[in-house]
Nanobody
Framework: QVQLVESGGGLVQVGGSLRLSCAAS????????MGWFRQAPGKEREFVAG????????YYTNSVKGRFTISRDNAKNTVYLQMNSLKPEDTAVYYC??????????????WGQGTLVTVSS
């Protein structure tokens, strides 16, 4: 099972940008579809974006379409989330995980520590 470490979060003003990274251990990273999830205070964790193994297909939850971009570098065992035009409602702890097919369902039960994104108005 791949182990994941998220980074890149921080405090940013409304309209700003951040780039999150998720570094994976192991040699099988390129065999997994990968996704980003987030959990806002007092809310359940939700799917944000997904990318297939080759990186040729990506998909997003409606609230981030046109603002967020997921990408991956299989040579570096890393998946990224570029977040632009950030809004206060994007404030959350962001996590990455493997995905079940091309769905928004995580494939693994274990989660990393996540990275906190705070958008101030």
């Amino acid at each position: 099972q791949v182990q994941l470490v998220e980074s890149g979060g921080g405090l940013v003003q409304v309209g700003g940008s951040l780039r999150l990274s998720c570094a994976a251990s192991g040699r099988t990273f390129s065999t997994y579809n990968m996704g980003w999830f987030r959990q806002a205070p007092g809310k359940e964790r939700e799917f944000v974006a997904g990318i297939i193994r080759s990186g040729s297909y990506t998909y997003y939850t409606n609230s981030v379409k046109g603002r967020f971009t997921i990408s991956r570098d299989n040579a570096k065992n890393t998946v990224y989330l570029q977040m632009n035009s950030l809004k206060p409602e994007d404030t959350a702890v962001y996590y990455c995980n493997t995905l079940r097919g091309t769905t928004g369902t995580p494939a693994a039960d274990a989660w990393g520590q996540g990275t906190l994104v705070t958008v101030s108005s």
